[in-house]
């Protein structure tokens, strides 16, 4: 009988394989070859999942920005939430996801650097970011009582641009900055 492949499981295991390979040799010295060899698969097996090692990266990004928005879409969904708790949430969920996770600062140096030299990593990016940036925009004004029309949007980028500092941050100190931030920010709101 033959082995039956979970693909989704496959294509995972070839990407952790991948940014493994990246943090070590660096990604414009890993060959597919090598990708495959650390995967313990054949060149010809991996060539069925991806096509080059570019698309290795672009599906790696994919991945960890479906998980933030799985992950943020959850928790606005929490009605049991209040919006501070839900700014919480959503906070640490980018800082874990991205500041903590395991292959974060290959995935981010590698997004800048290929950023410059790829527009379709550089549109998919921001795509993604305009994207997790609406939902966070619809979570405050649904709270209108709380934040007036107005303010919503500048609201969402001074949140966007503390999570973004946070996170470049957490790959440099611990964690208790990004924990101090959070009390920042909803200071700042008047929450």
């Not at 649904?142 to 007036?148: F, S």
């Amino acid at each position: 009988m033959p082995k039956i492949v979970d693909h989704d499981e496959r294509k995972r295991e070839i990407v952790n394989s991948a940014l493994t390979l990246f943090s070590r040799q660096g990604y414009h010295s890993a060959s597919f070859g090598d990708i495959a060899s650390a995967s313990g698969l054949s060149r010809t097996n991996v060539y069925n999942y991806f096509k080059n090692k570019d698309e290795i990266f672009h599906y790696a990004v994919g991945e960890l920005i479906d998980t933030i928005s799985k992950n943020i879409e959850s928790i606005i969904r929490q009605q049991d939430l209040s919006l501070v708790q839900k700014l919480q949430k959503i906070y640490q969920v980018f800082t874990n996801e991205i500041g903590e996770g395991k292959y974060t600062s290959i995935i981010l140096d590698l997004a800048l650097r290929l950023k410059r030299e790829d527009m379709t990593i550089a549109e998919a990016l921001d795509e993604a970011t305009k994207s997790l940036r609406k939902k966070i925009e619809m979570l405050f004004a649904e709270e209108r009582t709380i934040l007036p029309s107005p303010q919503v949007a500048a609201v969402t980028t001074l949140f966007f641009s503390l999570v973004e500092s946070s996170i470049m941050r957490s790959l440099f100190t611990d964690s208790v900055f990004i924990q101090q931030n959070i009390g920042s920010i909803l200071r700042m709101l008047g929450i």
